[in-house]
């Protein structure tokens, strides 16, 4: 693993881009980027509920596409990516989940003994609790925004225990990239569900093509509730959050990996499909804007945070 200056991502970004231009002008389509022509897959987020309301069992681990592979429960999003210098995940699902993940890697023919990094989108416990015993385990090193770093490192959110310490933890920053074989991991700062939610946008090469990956997280989401709000708080949250909005929506992405499958099926894709378009992404993402104007028009009182 190395890490790379941010102009050599940029410039190989300018690129994927003329590339997907000049592919859609051969086929006549005009001057949108249609990402879901382009790419197909098999995988789709799935409903959490079968038709008679019964919560369904975790699915099984399945690829997405090329070296991205679905690997979590079924209401919160795990990713693998196989790369050749080893395994990285992206979220580690909860704790209490055990051995599911690890689980999931092995019934994929992979060991994850080979996970080096685990890269964290936000430290809120559906996403980050199962890391630590993932690190303890295989030795893999957690990769979180630094102001989200020292909640994990002790475990403690305000006071209470929120998970296991960990040890083997690393703060990175909005513009990094590291380099894995040919997949590139850029972080990008999204702040708003925390100071320190990042969302990664991910490159690697597939079947049709080279692919961007959006690890999303719940970067989209607003705490719409008084509950919520006061749980997550923290000063300059809202401010943040409008930051965060524009950033979404300037990220040229192909293939959507979010926090929790419903952010597609529920929000974007009927048919849970991840390849989602630019339209629906920002739909999603305007909807979720106009939760929080909702919000806070109700809640006058936390509109200057
Ligand atoms: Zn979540």
Redo the contacts with the bound molecule.
Sequence with gaps: MRTIPGYIITTFGLLGILFCTDVQMAGGQGNTILAENKFTTSFRFKDYNDEKGNRKHNPEPEQIYGPIYSVGPLT?CVYLLKTSEGLVLFDAGYARDGNLVPDNIRKLGLDPAKIKKIFITHW?G??SSGAAQISELFGAEIMVQKLDAEILRSGIYRGDTIGQPVKKITGIDDGQVFCFGDAVVKVIHTPGQTPGEVVYLVTVNGPQGECRALVAG?ATGFKSTVEEFERNKYPGVCRDYEKTVSILKSIEFDLYLG??PHQVFNEMREDGSPFVSREQWHKMVDNRHQQKKDFLKAHPEYADM
């Design positions: 919160v809120h559906d996403h719940d926090g929790h």
